[in-house]
């Protein structure tokens, strides 16, 4: 009630280890309470109901909100958000940016069309089936809004041949006799890549796969019913009155195309080298998990998140729970001294903020009943005063306090450490060296030592999981390689159109490796979508260079006309394809 007294609680609060960096930081600046809540509650509403109680009590006082229920919850809630802000905006961008590239509105209503079929079909058979929409689903829409833009390769060829032949039925006709092959398999490898999702362990990405690859689905069944429907109904585009090959995008693609063709020895070494230094890079690849990662630095969740870390001693829980094998183990004093001297070198770490242990509790009580004398802070010689102690502690606190550190028949000891980061790599690193700790320095009795906790499932999640997709991704890529092969009837031709996919994930993961990006579930999906996309562009420049090919038997003019004009179609296809993704450039999560 006065200064003396407020300085006295203050040194006694300061002076306990239990304490210090963990509910209050070591400059009394900060405290921390610590709220358990059930499993199947949500850490964002009630984050945000206790800092509504929190900012009526008014006062100087800043609240942080941070913990692994609050990051994943409101991961949760921003990719609802996300998606309900930017799946209109990608919609937009693609019919400005299909308007620009065809000058024609019927072109960016048949395709407009044929998504948002894709879209209501997947979204509508998957609400009645009653199969919940995950966070990660909740993003299909877009994903099937830029697999729809296959349909431009349709549109692009029809002008050519409307050009050509003159008659509209007939060049409907030869447009979808033209593109009917490379628009069947690219799909179907589309739908095979996300598709493989399903194989994996997370229920999510098995709902998103599935819902995507059915998506495509349909945007493959109206590619062949709808557009072709409306290409007999829909009046020509302005575009029609250009020649066929002197539209800027036909010539430039035309000269990239000859110049690839004589400079071909030069291209092929320029590949090798960007291969090569791409291997570099994916070299330096972590596989890793970190929630709040996603967040912007800016953000709540990091700005709360690096304070109690700075402040305290970390948000994310790891715990070691040491297992005596027989009731009273955890009383014995070699057992806490071991305990105590583990703590002591976790805390050398600098991932480790702090430790607090069942131990911690026995030496406070000993210094507590001995006069509050700092040398009798240490562990006890016998076995029973040591749980005279702890009943002590039992009858004086909460018998939660005594229940978070040790069970009731005294056979487990729960060590609670505090890390400062919630990568999932440094977690395994350091149990890495616990585990190398205690092979020189072995708990007595045959104790073992079993890590849990949200910074190891987090690790857990990161090593079987990820990896579990990783690998999903490396046979999906096996897979399509094999229908390739199946679907030309030839073992070169399947490769050569699966090169393009392998030279663009490697690209892809080369430079995600020089920039330091992790692997995480983000770049996982990453892998799939890459995969169609990759594959995609290839199946349509190798299967109409065939075509091509064998009505002239001239290798150098049918490539030419290959890269000039459904060259032009992948182009705009791409664009499109990049323009209706740009938008996430600007969402909250940085993953997008």
């Not at 010689?381 to 005279?388: I, L, P, R």
């Amino acid at each position: 009630r006065d200064a003396a007294a407020a300085e006295r609680l203050r040194q006694q609060v300061l002076a306990n280890p239990l304490l210090v960096n963990r509910l209050i930081s070591a400059d009394a600046k900060t405290t921390a309470i610590y709220v358990p809540i059930e499993t199947s509650a949500n850490g964002k509403v009630i984050a945000d109901q206790i800092k509504v109680m929190a900012l009526a009590q008014g006062g100087p006082e800043r609240y942080f909100f941070a913990g692994d229920p609050v990051a994943r919850h409101t991961v949760g809630v921003e990719m609802f958000r996300q998606r309900k802000r930017f799946a209109p905006l990608a919609a937009v961008v693609m019919a400005v940016v299909l308007y620009l590239l065809f000058k024609g509105g019927w072109i960016v209503a048949g395709n407009m069309a044929v998504a948002v079929i894709a879209i209501i079909w997947a979204m509508g058979l998957f609400s009645g089936l009653r199969i919940p929409i995950h966070i990660l689903a909740s993003m299909g829409p877009i994903f099937i809004m830029a697999i729809s833009t296959d349909t431009v390769h349709i549109f692009n060829e029809f002008i050519f041949r409307r050009r050509e032949v003159g008659d509209r039925r007939e060049a409907i006709r030869q447009t979808m006799e033209a593109v009917a092959k490379p628009v069947l398999l690219s799909d179907l490898t589309t739908i095979a890549a996300f598709a493989s999702l399903a194989i994996g362990q997370i229920i999510p990405a098995r709902v998103f796969g599935l819902l995507v690859a059915f998506g495509t689905f349909v945007v493959l069944l109206t590619s062949f019913t709808l557009v072709p429907a409306l290409l007999a109904l829909a009046p020509d585009p302005p575009s029609l009155k250009a020649a066929p090959m002197e539209e800027p995008t036909s010539s430039w693609l035309a000269r990239l195309g000859q110049a690839c063709v004589v400079w071909k020895r030069t291209v092929v070494l320029v590949g090798l080298i960007l291969v090569a230094v791409s291997a570099v890079g994916i070299s330096k690849i972590r596989i890793n998990n970190n929630l709040v990662a996603f967040f912007k630095p800016e953000s709540e969740i990091r700005i709360a998140d690096r304070h109690l870390t700075q402040a305290l001693g970390g948000t994310a829980p790891l715990y070691l729970v040491a297992d005596g094998k027989t009731p009273d183990a955890a009383t014995q004093p070699a057992f806490l001294r071991a305990l105590e001297y583990l703590q002591r070198n976790l805390e050398q770490d600098p991932i480790v903020g702090k430790t607090v242990s069942v131990a911690d509790v026995v030496k406070r009580v000993n210094r507590v009943l001995h006069g509050d004398d700092p040398s009798r802070e240490v562990i006890p010689e016998s076995q029973e005063e040591v749980a005279q102690y702890l009943l002590l502690f039992s009858m004086a606190a909460r018998p939660q306090q005594l229940n978070n550190v040790v069970d009731y028949p005294f056979q487990k000891a729960n060590l609670m450490v505090q890390l400062r980061s919630w990568d999932a790599v440094e977690t395994r690193a350091l149990l890495d060296r616990i585990d190398a700790y205690l092979a020189s320095r072995p708990f007595p009795g045959g104790v073992e030592l079993k890590p849990a906790g949200m910074a190891y499932f987090n690790m857990v999640w990161s090593e079987e999981v990820l990896v579990g997709m990783l690998e999903g991704f490396i046979a999906s890529s096996i897979l399509v390689l094999v229908l390739l092969i199946l679907d030309y009837r030839s073992f070169r031709w399947g490769v050569i159109a699966f090169l393009p996919l392998l030279f663009t994930v490697i690209l892809i993961y080369g430079a995600v490796g020089f920039i330091g990006k992790d692997f995480d579930l983000p770049m996982s999906v990453l892998s799939t979508l890459s995969l169609g996309l990759a594959v995609d562009f290839a199946i349509h420049f190798v299967s109409r260079f065939q075509q091509r090919y064998r009505e002239t038997q001239d290798l150098t003019g049918a490539l030419i006309w290959t890269a000039a004009r459904p060259g032009r179609g992948i182009m705009r296809n791409a664009v499109l394809f990049a323009s209706a993704f740009s938008v996430m450039l600007f969402a909250d999560l940085l993953p997008y």
